[in-house]
């Protein structure tokens, strides 16, 4: 069966660390996201990359890397530089949504907490 | 700034009646509107999706209707269950980067 899987589902980071979120499809999806999920909050994008080799920002960018050397996988790692890592991260992928009847895909998500 | 609004208090419902949840937006005009639907500490998965001269979609029991006048999606679902009890986001694109912004979503609870 085709889809996204995110690894580790919980994740404890300690003060000062860097972690890294592993996020891996095979919908043969070009592009791929990384959002966090707050209570109270929507979603909100870190980073997406709509082609190997290639990524941008999104709202929320600072203290978060990426990655894209494969089409298949997309890793975040969350930096000490972000002060408030504890959250619940999601990964998605999509063909191009403007442009077919289908969303996003979603991975089942991780969950990070500080200690 | 663009903002996207979702009712933050819970829909109950009896089992059986339609329900009906609402996405109003500002400062916006989206190509196209989603609607997913979130159990607790899930991923999102994905339900309809309507585009701007679209003004209504049905799959099964659900039913989305877009009125860019208003800047409104209602989404309904008819002859509820209690399996229907979850999280409904709607997301709406930003322009040509196909990239989605999100509401904070309401929860719905199906009373049996």
């Known amino acids: 069966d085709g889809g996204i899987t995110q690894s580790p589902k919980y994740l404890f980071r300690k003060e000062g660390q860097n972690v890294t979120l592993s996020c891996e499809q095979n919908?043969?999806?070009?592009?791929m996201y990384w959002y966090r999920q707050d209570p109270g909050q929507g979603l909100r994008l870190i980073y997406y990359s709509q082609i190997v080799n290639d990524f941008q920002k999104g709202d929320i960018a600072e203290g978060y890397s990426v990655s894209r050397e494969k089409k298949e996988s997309f890793p975040l790692t969350v930096t000490s530089a972000q002060k408030n890592p504890t959250a619940f991260y999601l990964c998605?992928?999509?063909?191009?949504?403007?442009?077919?009847?289908?969303?996003?895909?979603f991975g089942s998500g991780t969950r990070l907490t500080v200690v | 700034s663009q903002k996207i609004e979702q009712n933050s208090e819970a829909l109950n419902i009896q089992e059986g009646k339609t329900a009906t949840l609402t996405c109003n937006y500002t400062?916006?005009?989206?190509?196209?509107l989603q609607w997913y639907r979130q159990d607790p500490g899930r991923g999102p998965v994905f339900l309809l999706l309507i585009r701007e001269n679209e003004k209504e979609k049905r799959k099964e029991r659900l039913k989305v209707t877009f009125d860019t006048t208003l800047k409104q999606s209602l989404f309904h679902i008819t002859a509820s269950q209690p399996a229907d009890s979850a999280t409904y986001l709607c997301?709406?694109?930003?322009?040509?980067?196909?990239?989605?912004?999100f509401g904070t979503g309401t929860l719905l609870a199906v009373q049996p």
């Open positions: 997301a709406l694109d930003r322009g040509a980067t196909n990239k989605l912004i």
């Open positions: 919908l043969n999806h070009d592009a």
């Open positions: 998605a992928s999509s063909i191009e949504p403007g442009r077919s009847n289908y969303g996003y895909t």
């Open positions: 400062n916006y005009s989206p190509a196209y």
